[in-house]
């Protein structure tokens, strides 16, 4: 069956780096766009990265854009994002899934059909 994989979260202090891993399975991975999205306690849950199957596409979030880098490797069945310059506010749990819908709205959860089960991270001193 299809799963998504999150890994790599942690205790991290401002202005550190983490690199968040998403392993997929039971499905053709290079067919699909992968999400990145977060939820910070009492939040909702937010897109801030996407890349499309081939990796030509990517898009962010303007709260990470600049600090957050998205990759894949289709080979490894393997979604990556490398976290540098974190921030306090960067603080919630990571999920990464699989993109069912394509149209416009990158960012809307409502888009994805499988998710991971999160990865916390936390940014403090």
């Known amino acids: 069956q299809v799963q998504l994989v999150e890994s790599g979260g942690g205790l991290v202090q401002p202005g550190g780096s983490l690199r968040l891993s998403c392993a997929a399975s039971?499905?053709?991975?290079?067919?699909?766009?992968i999400g990145w999205f977060r939820q910070a306690p009492g939040k909702e849950r937010e897109g801030i990265s996407y890349?499309?199957?081939?990796?030509?596409?990517?898009y962010y979030a303007d709260s990470v854009k600049g600090r957050f880098t998205i990759s894949r490797d289709n080979a490894k069945n393997m979604v990556y994002l490398q976290m540098n310059s974190l921030k306090p506010e960067d603080t919630a749990v990571y999920y990464c899934?699989?993109?069912?819908?394509?149209?416009?709205?990158?960012?809307?959860?409502?888009?994805?059909?499988?998710w991971g089960q999160g990865t916390q991270a936390t940014v403090s001193s």
């Open positions: 039971g499905f053709t991975l290079d067919s699909y766009g």
């Open positions: 899934a699989r993109r069912g819908i394509y149209d416009t709205n990158w960012y809307d959860r409502l888009k994805y059909d499988y």
């Open positions: 890349i499309s199957p081939s990796a030509r596409i990517t």
